[in-house]
């Protein structure tokens, strides 16, 4: 026998052997160990997360002569011949291309015949959302009052697009995103079969590119273990990042640095460094939206809770938190934002490259933007660097020579050389003359809101943007 994918020879055969779906299986199990089987159940939840695999085994469950804990024996005649997919009992239809009204009027005749071997004719009707409307209407009777010996499980990626009427007719189980630790502990098992080294890094980076679905940690890994038998090295996180074109933490806090220090020629310099290197612009947009998520998460919930989020190790949720602690969250929403839309922009742009520069000088050049959000952030930025004394208060000029200040001290309570009193210089009140002029800018572009604009309009710049200098002391008198 040829080579087999990873994702095939390692599909589940029991119940036991999935992973990240608790609730869904013990509920299937519950019901084949009483007997309590329906007629119809709907199988929901992204790609790669085992809703075909699961149907499988529960079809196998529900006829399995000698069933342990609700368990396929699999040594029995009914297991052995539904393993090797050689029994008539379980129907599998692809309805992305079997989705006409004929081939369901082919289906309602099949119903008709009772299972060969086992208890229960099941059918599996993958992708069933696209299923043609004519089609749902046909199966729509069969699937309400179907010959009490069939089983239909129907699975989707889509269960929005499904009628009303099928959903009230299934018994509904969704298939959450499998955690990134419970998928690094399934294919180490493959790792430690195989005798294959590897590190802990790498199998994490597998696992978040595989966004929780198990099917695609096993092809990512498949790849990288073919690029790992040349070299002989191992699987190792570099051969990873080679294999998926995604550039490594490091390289994406350095640049989240060049972003918050505005440091525009820096950060253009890190793209050609980027592209020299054979990333695809794509992905390095995505990593870079990832990075900034994190920060924007850390920055709000904390490091505890952002490892927790993110999956990610404690050292690295502080990280993330003391890069966060550098700007503002409004600031990071604004380029969160920025790479964002860039990324849809890519789709069209002859050269993704200059797209991603120019989200990029956008990040780096808040203040050339006469947009809200980025006069938003520009307010923002500078509260925080008032809050963490960015504007330390000058000194008063202090006289070195006595007898300048004791002159001084006869002049004040002479009146002055002219007999005039001399007042002290009062610090000028109200906002700040950039603060106003950014607070009246935003109020101009909200005039364009009627609603936002009616409940800003009362509003001035708040007292932490008041000017901080004192001015030196000085005399003035007032002359008619």
């Not at 978040?208 to 790992?228: K, P, Q, T, V």
């Not at 040349?230 to 995604?246: C, F, K």
């Not at 060049?258 to 290197?277: F, S, T």
Request: some cysteine.
């Amino acid at each position: 026998m040829g080579y087999q994918a990873l994702y095939r020879r390692y599909r589940p055969a029991r119940f036991d052997d999935f992973v990240g779906q608790e609730a869904v299986i013990r509920t299937l199990r519950s019901q084949v160990m009483s007997g309590r089987i329906a007629h119809a159940y709907l199988f929901c939840g992204t790609r790669g997360t085992g809703k075909t695999s699961t149907a499988k085994v529960f079809a196998r469950a529900v006829n399995c002569e000698n069933p342990d804990r609700g368990e396929p024996c699999g040594t029995c005649p009914t297991c052995q011949a539904l393993a090797a997919e050689s029994s008539l009992d379980i129907l599998e239809i692809d309805a992305a291309s079997n989705n006409g009204v004929d081939e369901i009027r082919d289906l309602r005749e099949k119903v008709k015949y009772p299972p060969q071997t086992g208890r229960y004719r099941v059918y599996i009707i993958d992708e069933v959302h696209m299923l043609s409307q004519g089609a749902f209407n046909a199966l729509l009777k069969t699937l309400e009052e179907p010959p009490s010996y069939v089983v239909f499980i129907l699975a989707t990626t889509e269960p929005q697009k499904l009628p009303a009427t099928i959903l009230s007719r299934c018994q509904r189980f969704d298939f959450g995103r499998i955690p990134a630790g419970q998928i690094v502990e399934r294919l180490r098992v493959a790792l430690l079969e195989g005798d294959i080294r590897c590190e802990e890094a790498a199998l994490w980076r597998i696992a978040r590119a595989a966004e929780g679905g198990m099917r695609d940690a096993w092809s990512i890994m498949d790849m990288c273990l073919g690029y790992a038998q040349e070299d002989g090295a191992g699987l190792t996180e570099a051969l990873v990042l080679e294999v998926l074109g995604a550039s490594d933490k490091r390289f994406l806090f350095a640049f989240a640095d060049k972003l918050i220090g505005a440091d525009a020629p820096g950060a253009v310099a890190m793209i050609d460094e980027m592209m020299r290197m054979g990333r695809e612009v794509q992905v390095f947009v995505r990593d870079v939206s990832a990075h900034l998520r994190a920060l924007m998460l850390a920055g709000v919930c904390g490091a505890a809770q952002t490892a927790e989020l993110l999956d990610t190790t404690e050292e690295d949720a502080a990280e993330y938190a003391a890069q966060a602690g550098r700007t503002s969250y409004t600031r990071l929403m604004r380029m969160l934002d920025l790479f964002l839309s860039s990324e849809t922009d890519m789709k069209w742009a002859a050269q993704p490259r200059f797209a991603l520069e120019a989200a990029t000088l956008r990040a780096c050049a808040p203040e050339e933007s006469r947009q809200v959000e980025a006069l938003v952030a520009r307010v923002d930025e500078l509260e925080r660097r008032l809050r963490e004394g960015a504007f330390v208060q000058a000194a008063p000029a202090q006289a070195t020579d006595g007898k300048k200040r004791k002159a001084a001290a006869e002049d004040e309570r002479s009146g002055g050389q002219d007999g005039e009193p001399i007042r002290q210089a009062e610090p000028p009140k109200g906002p700040a003359p950039e603060a106003e002029k950014v607070w009246q800018e935003t109020l101009r572009r909200l005039r364009q809101k009627p609603m936002i604009y009616g409940l800003a309009k009362p509003f001035r710049p708040p007292a932490s943007l008041r000017s901080s200098s004192r001015p030196a002391r000085g005399r003035w008198r007032s002359r008619c």
